[in-house]
C-alpha cells in the first residue's frame, strides 16, 4: 500500500473507530447516518455470512483496521489474523479484542508485500479502492489461502450516491480512490469463479475459483 495511503489511515485511526459506533459531533452523526454506517454494518454482516467464521477456520483479515471484523470471526471460534499498515488500527485492535475478551494475532502488515500463508479465508475490506492496479494484490492474497479456499473483497460503487461526497472528502485529504461496476470487477478476475453481492455503496466480492490467472 502506497505511503499517502498509510499515513491517512493512521491519521483517521480514531475517527474510522466511531463510523461503527457513536461518532463524536452532530456533524459527524448526520454523516455517518446517511454516509457511512448503515452500508459498514451490511457489507460486514454479508462477509460474515460468506466466510461463516467456525471453530477450525482460519482467516486472515487484510487491512482489519480497528478490529470489528476480527472480533466477530474470532467470538464465533476462528483462529483469526489481523494486519493492518496503520499503527494505530493495530493498536485499537488489539484495545477492542481486549474489550470484547477474545483472542486473534494482530500486527503491522502491509498487503501489498507477501503475506502469511495458508488460510481458509482471506478478507480485505475497503482496501483494494486505494490500488490503481489490483491485480498484485488480489494475487497476494490468493497466495495466502488455501487452494479450496476462497477471498472475500469490497469495492465501492462508481455509480452510488454516497460516491462524490467520498471522493469530495477524500481529494481534500490528497488520497486517490477507485471505483467499480459489477463489469469492471468480472474483467479483474477475468472468468474466475465468483458472487457479487450489493450491499448499497459498493460491493462484497466472493472469489472461490484461486487457480492461476
Known amino acids: 500500500m502506497t505511503r499517502d495511503v498509510g ?7 480514531r475517527d474510522f473507530d466511531s463510523y461503527y459506533d457513536k461518532p463524536k459531533n452532530v456533524i459527524d452523526a448526520i454523516i455517518n447516518a446517511w454516509l457511512r454506517r448503515p452500508g459498514l454494518l451490511k457489507r460486514l454482516e454479508i462477509t460474515l455470512n460468506l466466510s461463516d467464521p467456525l471453530p477450525g ?3 486472515l483479515d487484510v487491512g482489519c483496521g480497528s478490529g470489528k471484523y476480527v472480533v466477530e470471526c474470532a467470538k464465533l471460534g476462528a483462529d483469526t489474523y489481523g494486519i493492518d499498515i496503520a499503527p494505530e488500527m493495530i493498536r485499537l485492535a488489539k484495545q477492542f479484542c481486549e474489550n470484547n475478551d477474545v483472542n486473534a ?5 502491509d498487503v501489498a508485500k507477501e503475506l502469511p500463508h495458508g488460510f481458509d479465508i482471506c478478507v480485505a475490506l475497503g482496501v483494494l479502492e486505494y490500488f490503481k492496479n489490483p491485480r498484485p494484490i488480489l494475487d497476494n492474497l490468493a497466495t495466502a489461502t488455501k487452494p479450496n479456499g476462497k477471498v472475500i473483497f469490497s469495492v465501492p460503487k462508481l455509480y452510488a450516491f454516497q460516491m462524490p461526497l467520498r471522493e469530495v472528502m477524500l481529494k481534500c485529504r490528497n488520497v486517490n480512490c477507485y471505483y467499480y461496476t459489477r463489469y469492471k470487477i468480472k474483467y479483474l478476475l477475468k472468468g474466475a469463479k465468483h458472487n457479487i453481492y450489493d450491499y448499497g455503496p459498493g460491493y462484497v466480492v466472493e472469489w472461490y475459483d484461486l487457480s492461476p490467472m
Open 7 to 13: 499515513e491517512y489511515f493512521e491519521t483517521i485511526a
Open 105 to 109: 494475532h494482530l500486527s503491522i502488515g
Open 57 to 59: 477456520k482460519k482467516i
